[in-house]
Every structure is written in C-alpha cells, then in structure tokens.
C-alpha cells in the first residue's frame, strides 16, 4: 500500500479545527487591547483613570488565563482532550458575546475573567491533540499549522475592529466561536488517551509535577524557553508607542498597528521554525537559533536610530517572526511529559508564560524609572532571553520521541524510608503503555 502524503496526514478535521479554535483564541485575547480605549471611553471612563481601568482589566482577563491554565490542563488528562476543547470554546465565546452589552467596567471585568478562563484551555489541549494523532515523524508540521492559523486572528481583529463598532467585533468574536462548536461534533478523541483512560493510573495531577526536583526543573525548563516571545508581544508591541517617542521617529507609533505587524511576522515564524524543525531533527536547535536572533534584533530595535515608521513597523515583523518559535515551545512542553500529565503540561506552561508579564512590567516600569525607557528595556530584555537560554541549556531533546508512554510518581529511595541514611532525590520514572 502506498503511503500517504505528508499533507493528506495534516489535513485532518482534528487538526483543522484545533487550528481554527486557535484562529478565535487570539482573535479574543487581543481584541480587548485593541479596543480598550473605545470601550472604556464608551463605558464613561475619564482619562485620568483610562490608563488604571484598563490595567485592571487586563490583569483580570490574566488572572482568568492562569486559573483557567490549570483548570483546563487537569481536566484535558482526567477528562479528556475533546472535552476541554468543546467547553472553552463554549465558554470564551458566550463571554465574548456579552462583552459586547456591558454598562459598567465592574461587568467588563468579570467577562474578561470569564474569558480569559476559557481562553486558557484552547491552544494547550488542541497541541495535545494533535500532537497525539500525528506520526511523530510529521508531529512539528502540525504544531505548526495550528499556531501559524491561530496568529491570523490577531490580524482579523484589528481589521475588524477598525471597521465596525467594539461591541460588534465581540459578537462576532462569539459568533465564530460558537459556529466552530458545530465543526467540533466529528473530532475523535486521541487514541493514545483513550488507552490510558482504561488504565489505573493518576492522571491530572498538577503537583505531581513537583513530586521531585528533577520534575519541577524539567518543568520550569518548559516555561522559561518561551518567556522571550512575551516579552516582544507583551512589552515591545505594547510599549512601541513610548519606544518610538524615544526613538524620535518621524511620526507617532500606534500600538495596534505594530501588534498586527507582529503577529503577521508570528504567523510566518511559527510555519517556519516547525519546519526547521522538521529539517534540523531538533526542536532545540531551532528555539536557540530563533531566541539569539531575537536578541540581536531587539539591540536593533531599541539602540540603532531608524528615524522612519515604516523601518520600526519592518522590524515588529522581524520580532514577530524570531518570537514565532510559540508552537514550537508549546509542542516541547508535551513531549516533556507522559500522557497522564501531558495536557496538564502542554496547557498551564503557555499561560505562565502569559503570566510573566506580571513580573516583567512591574520590572519594566521600575528599569523606565532608573536608566530611561530605552536601556531599561534593554536591561528587561537581557532578563527574558537570558532565563531563556539557561532553560535549554540541559533540556531533553524531544523530536521524534514516542508519546506513548506515562508519567510515573517517584517512589521514596531507600535512604528515604531508612532513618539515618542520606536522603536521596526522587528520580521520575516514565513506563511504556
């Protein structure tokens, strides 16, 4: 029998529709960004607290992201990878439709939490999911396809969100949630879970992940890889207004438009580094590579004096392509760890990658305040890529590795059960299904 293309193993509905629920993710996350200022303005926010209220709310829509990370991760292993994604999707776009008839910034604020909370549990579990049907010698292609869609949505928020009215584009963010529900009838469930569901063994457990030190540094490996791609969205993107005051550009910046640039440079680097990945036989090797020419380009956009708006918008796509590894880091994570614990992983590791903007805005504000807006970020940015390296440093490479397998507790060393003998740490053991 002849095998099957490449692309006729990619193109199946699971892998679609992950995608596509991606596609909506971010058209939500980063719509309230886009439409802060009319939304809040429409709502009767003066100015004076238009900066706080807005704040405020984006920390909210992140509280919901790091609640909803751990919710959605334990329930993809306890309950299942299809599941998860019927609800959140269920859940982000019902928010999204009544952030849309809010009168009040209490009101916004307890949609964005909800939001955030069903946001959280889309790209994780769909990663999962397709990671866990693909051949793993295809596995990177498929990653990549569904992070390489999801990012457009940022472009079409914008777009939309330039033509209609803010409360229009949230009900059309729901809209397209909820018609992708009535796509998500046909997925299948992943074999590979549905074998372990069978089996009497722990599954979800989210501090099993600390169970010993070899576990948790493993784990916070799977974090650390992906905070540079923060650090570009979350500051560089957010910030570039002030950034290019600085810079005394020959026009004003406007955040919106280099977030859309950005993404469109994602789209085109997380296509790229999965097949990079593909071609290389490493998912290390690609990460480094993508991670020190983000470096080299933020020393550009911060300290070389373009002068012209449209070189800094050139290089918001440069960023967006170096950062672009985001599939990739998400799709190191779920081969980190067994099946039992997979989606526990492959979902509150990009959440608390999400969550590092708490740390690296208060850090950001206090750089600002001691060496200027310029070096201060470059200072941040020595940080965030810096962390980075050291978390690939002893990483396991992971391409083509068999994900059939579970993630086991360590069982107490004999110097742990026998008093007076030096203890020893706990070492995971992984066994075959």
Known sequence: MVQRSVLRQLI????????????????DLLLFSIVRVDSLKSLGVSEANMLSDGVFLINTQMAGLLIGGILWGIMGDKRGRISVLFSSILIYSLANIANGLVTSVNQYAVLRFIAG????????????LVAEILPKE??????????????????????IADHFDW???????????????LMRVKVFESGIFSKVKEKPVSRGDF???????RQFFKYLRCVLIGVPVWLVAGILMTFSPEIGKALHLDAPIIAGKAVMWEYIGLVVGDISSGILSQYFGSRKKVVRL???????????????????????????????ITAGYWALFVTIAAEQFGTNLRATVATTVPNFVRGSILIM????????????ILLGTGL??????????????????????DLNYLEEKAKPSLAEEVPGTILQTPVQTTVPE
């Open 12 to 27: 199946q509905i699971p892998v679609i529709v992950a995608a596509l629920g991606y596609f909506v993710d971010i058209y």
């Open 380 to 401: 941040l940015s020595v940080l965030a890529i810096g962390v980075a390296l050291l978390g690939l440093w002893k990483m396991e490479e992971t391409f083509g590795k």
């Open 117 to 128: 909370v069903g946001l959280a549990g889309e790209l994780g579990v769909g990663i999962t």
């Open 361 to 372: 805005t208060p850090l950001f504000l206090l750089f600002k305040e001691q060496y200027g």
């Open 207 to 213: 501090f099993q992940l600390f169970s010993s030190g």
């Open 290 to 320: 993508y991670v020190l020419t983000c470096a080299a380009l933020v020393a550009v956009y911060l300290f070389v004096p373009l002068h012209s708006t449209s070189l800094f918008y050139g290089l918001c796509v440069l960023l967006g």
């Open 138 to 159: 295809i596995r990177g292609y498929g990653t990549s396809l569904v992070a390489g869609t999801g990012m457009l949505g940022a472009v079409l928020a914008y777009i």
């Open 167 to 181: 409360r229009t584009a949230y009900f059309i963010g729901g809209g397209l949630g909820l018609l992708l529900l």
